[in-house]
């Protein structure tokens, strides 16, 4: 073997061992490399997130980031602020339905997935059950008809209404986040129809017309999550929390902390992460 | 030398590529592909000015039937 070859095998051998213990100016080369890399701008799959941006990019502003589960499909949704106490203080944001007090006619169990797919707006609209009731009754807004549920003669402002979230979807806003306060509380109810198991299904309450007659409420009932936000840690991501469910046909305000009977909805959130600018 | 350089670096791309293909992401093999990566791109350039001539001659020689 010639001379030059040798030499050139010994050279190959030594910047293999040398690239692959990041020995001196390759430790250097891979630090410059990771430091261009992270400085590449990506952009944001739109069809991966989903954007709700109520905020004019001004302090304080709050951001929730919802992580869809593998239960996920088309749900009502309502973020609002309490205070620690317990106080309702402020909706963030309400899906279109709950907050016009507008279901559409025609979904069943048997056709949802198809019809929430192709709706147009040629069926009926039907004024629908509290699909989320600890919401609604934590709001305390009575409607007309008696029903704590927004009506569609007295729908929430277009401000804090948003369409029906098709996926994971990152929420902002900082109109409305309480400034004076050291810390309040941040709820999500969320809530899919016909996801029936065992414990909710067409056999169960049968002496519950509201369960029964409902357009889409038949099922698990809405889940509640929640997380306190501290201002004295200021920038912090909060996970909420399962905290319960409400009641299987909106009947009352209340948290029932017993999950179990709750099957396939746990699955509906991955996680939810709140962020709080201050 | 540099054709034996530009075989050596091929050879070093090639099994390192289908290494990390195949294996669990080390940080050692990556810098091995990428700086391999820039030795063989540098050592090909030198290696087409060597044989210019002849490549030029390749692409203008019309094929024989």
């Known amino acids: ?278 | 030398m540099v054709s034996l350089l530009l075989a050596c670096s091929f050879l070093v791309l090639a099994v390192s590529g289908v290494w990390m293909f195949f294996s669990a992401y080390s940080k050692g093999l990556e810098i091995i592909h990428y700086t391999f990566g820039f030795l063989f791109s540098i050592v090909a350039v030198f290696h087409l000015v060597n044989n210019s001539r002849a490549l030029v001659q390749y692409l203008k020689k019309p094929r024989r039937q």
């Not at chain 1, 990506?42 to 069809?47: A, G, T, Y």
């Not at chain 1, 019809?115 to 069926?123: L, P, V």
């Open chain 1, 1 to 278: 073997m010639r001379a030059s070859a040798i030499v050139i095998l010994i050279f190959s051998a030594l910047l293999v061992v040398a690239s692959y213990n990041s020995i001196g100016p390759f430790h250097f080369l891979s630090e410059w490399r990771a430091k261009y890399k992270s400085g590449l701008r990506r952009s944001v799959d739109k069809m991966e997130y989903q954007i709700y941006d109520c905020s004019d990019n001004l302090d304080p502003f709050i951001t929730i980031d919802f992580l869809k589960g593998a239960h996920f499909w088309h749900p009502q949704v309502a973020i609002w602020i309490e205070s620690v106490e317990g106080e309702y203080i402020k909706s963030l944001l309400v899906t279109t339905s709950t907050a016009k007090g507008i279901f559409y006619g025609g979904r069943t169990a048997e056709n949802f997935k198809d019809f929430d797919q192709h709706k147009s707006g040629s069926h009926d609209e039907v004024r629908r059950v509290n699909a989320l009731p600890h919401w609604a009754f934590t709001r305390n807004v009575k409607a007309k008809d008696g029903l704590y549920a927004p009506h569609p003669d007295e729908p929430l402002p277009d401000g804090i209404t948003g369409a029906t979230p098709s996926g994971n979807f990152r929420f902002f806003a900082e109109r409305h986040v309480p400034t004076t306060l050291d810390s309040f509380v941040v709820k999500m109810e969320i809530n899919v129809a016909f996801d029936e198991n065992k414990f909710y299904s067409a056999y169960d309450y049968l002496d519950d017309d509201a369960y029964h007659s409902g357009t889409g409420l038949l099922g698990q009932p809405s889940l509640i999550y929640s997380s306190t936000v501290i201002k004295q840690n200021p920038s912090a991501y909060y996970l909420m929390e399962l905290i319960g469910h409400g009641h299987h046909s909106g009947q009352n305000g209340a948290v029932y902390n017993d999950l179990s009977q709750i099957t396939t909805a746990k699955e509906i959130v991955e996680r939810i992460l709140v962020k709080m600018n201050w």
